[in-house]
Nanobody
Framework: QVHLVESGGGSVQAGGSLRLSCAVSGNTDSTTCMGWFRQAPGKEREGVAAIHTSSGTTRYADSVKDRFTISLDNAKTTVYLQMNSPKPEDSAMYYC??????????????????WGQGNQVTVSS
């Protein structure tokens, strides 16, 4: 079992910056990919960014590329999502997730087995 706890959400003005954190604990031996997802009211959950824990390679949704950055600390116990120049359309509940036995970074929900409780991000114009 892998436990994920997000923090750092809240309100931010468009064009500002915000950093989300996800504390990872539990049996992480098989975890190979960490991701951030989001879900806005009335919309499906979508992948935002992912990082492969072994190779460090990353994957981003086109909508956040060049604005958001995912990173993993050296101990692999915390995953970050740095959100620069957020837009009102980035407002959503953001979830951290862990995927076992993946060979690459992926933002496909199908591969993710463990999820955090979610953290609200609201971007005002």
């Amino acid at each position: 079992q892998v436990h994920l706890v997000e923090s750092g959400g809240g309100s931010v003005q468009a064009g500002g910056s915000l950093r989300l954190s996800c504390a990872v604990s539990g049996n992480t031996d098989s975890t190979t990919c960490m991701g951030w997802f989001r879900q806005a009211p009335g919309k499906e959950r979508e992948g935002v960014a992912a990082i492969h824990t072994s190779s460090g390679t990353t994957r981003y949704a086109d909508s956040v590329k060049d604005r958001f950055t995912i990173s993993l600390d050296n101990a692999k116990t915390t995953v970050y999502l740095q959100m620069n120049s957020p837009k009102p359309e980035d407002s959503a509940m953001y979830y951290c997730a862990a995927a076992p036995w993946t060979y690459r970074a992926t933002i496909d929900l199908y591969y993710y087995k463990y999820w955090g409780q979610g953290n609200q991000v609201t971007v005002s114009s």
